[in-house]
């Protein structure tokens, strides 16, 4: 059984800190790592992606991918209060077609 | 900017009848999902369809399910003979081919399933 797993939360931290997210997957053929961010009610919007070890920037948000740790973090720096949602790491293997296996998601919130 | 559509926003139905839930990928994409999201539960992989066939499909994806892309436009799912558990979000996504971007979703806004 493929499985994805994130601390649920939820995460609490104050407006201008940074928040970490970790995710750790079972598959070691996993070939692609996403985190996507959902608020309530709404769909999953991507905010990361990453292929290969190492870390990835993009703006405030950077991931980090350790494939021999099958460990994948984010890093949000200069939280804000609209960052407050839940955070889904979602890893794809590619067999032919590709499955998508989700974790249930670390709420965060960010304190004004 | 390119969006995934969904239709209806909100669908209702007694338990044992079929839906079928609409969806229009981004025009340049050819790989097509579908996902669910129970409420107050994870976001699970329902199928992936390229090439007008079905490529992956999960464990939950069973007789009852099925997918079909009509024309050129449209991608559906049809439940066959709802039941209570089937009440869901239902998620449609889409992916480019090429290189790298191949593997990125982008998600419609969903189709809340209530069956009754």
């Known amino acids: 059984q493929k499985e994805v797993e994130q601390n649920s939360g939820p995460l609490s931290v104050p407006e201008g800190a940074i928040a970490s997210l970790n995710c750790t997957y079972s598959?070691?053929?996993?070939?692609?790592f996403f985190w996507y961010r959902q608020y309530s009610g709404k769909s999953p919007e991507l905010i990361m992606s990453i292929y290969s070890n190492g870390d990835k920037e993009d703006g405030r948000f950077t991931a980090q991918l350790n494939k021999a740790s099958q460990y994948v973090s984010l890093l949000i720096r200069d939280s804000q209060p609209s960052d407050s949602a839940t955070y889904l790491c979602a890893v794809t293997v590619e067999t032919g077609g590709f499955k998508t296996i989700f974790g249930a998601g670390t709420r965060l919130f960010v304190k004004a | 900017e390119p969006e995934v559509t969904q239709t209806p926003s909100h669908q209702v139905t007694q338990m044992g009848q079929e839906v079928i839930l609409r969806c229009v990928p981004i025009?340049?994409?050819?790989?097509f999902y579908w996902y669910r999201q129970i409420l107050g539960q994870k976001v699970e992989f329902l199928v992936s369809?390229?090439?007008?066939?079905?490529?992956?499909k999960s464990e939950i994806f069973d007789d009852q399910f099925s997918v079909e892309r009509p024309d050129g436009s449209n991608f559906t799912l049809k439940i066959r003979s709802t039941k209570l558990e089937d009440s869901a979000m239902y998620f449609c996504a889409s992916s480019q081919v090429s290189g790298l971007a191949k593997n990125i979703q982008y998600f419609g806004a969903g189709t809340r399933l209530s069956v009754l």
């Open positions: 598959d070691r053929g996993s070939q692609s």
């Open positions: 369809f390229y090439n007008n066939e079905i490529s992956e």
């Open positions: 025009s340049n994409h050819l790989y």
